[in-house]
């Protein structure tokens, strides 16, 4: 009769879960959960890079389109540490729904870095003023690849 908090929590992200996937077929291939090999690079992901050359995201999905945004990583179990979602316009994110902490960097419309938002955990909201794309990566992966403010990132 009384659900409990996590309860709701779990049935709200597996119901989110099954109407994203049936809205993105195709997309729904990438759960974490049901992949059992490793994912080939779409058209979509692209290497990002630092203004010098330095990887900072091997894999990182370009979310530009109204789908791709509002799935961003809901439904994920798990992000490797070479997958991010760069989110292409937004300047705020939340992890409603999601079951990890992820680094949020908030770039302007050249690429710069404005803020770096370091392990958000889920069920919160963030945001940067001047913000025109965020990219989410795994957390701790700002602090491990030496990314801060002020750095040019480009595709």
Do not use: Y
Request: hydrophobic residues 40%; aromatic residues 6%; glycine residues 6%.
């Amino acid at each position: 009769m009384f659900n409990s908090r996590k309860r709701r929590q779990r049935q709200a992200v597996r119901f989110m879960e099954l109407v994203v996937a049936d809205a993105l077929e195709p997309w729904s291939a990438t759960l974490a959960h049901e992949r059992s090999e490793p994912r080939r690079a779409s058209r979509r992901e692209r290497p990002l890079r630092r203004s010098d050359g330095r990887v900072v995201c091997e894999r990182c999905l370009v979310a530009d389109s109204p789908l791709p945004r509002m799935r961003g990583l809901l439904g994920r179990r798990d992000l490797a540490s070479d997958e991010g979602v760069l989110l292409r316009p937004a300047g705020s994110v939340h992890t409603f729904f999601m079951h990890f902490p992820i680094d949020v960097v908030f770039l302007d419309r050249d690429g710069r870095v404005l803020r770096i938002a370091p392990a958000v955990p889920p069920w919160r909201s963030v945001a940067a003023r001047g913000a025109r794309s965020v990219l989410e990566v795994r957390a701790g992966e700002c602090a491990r690849r030496g990314l801060s403010a002020g750095d040019v990132l480009e595709l």
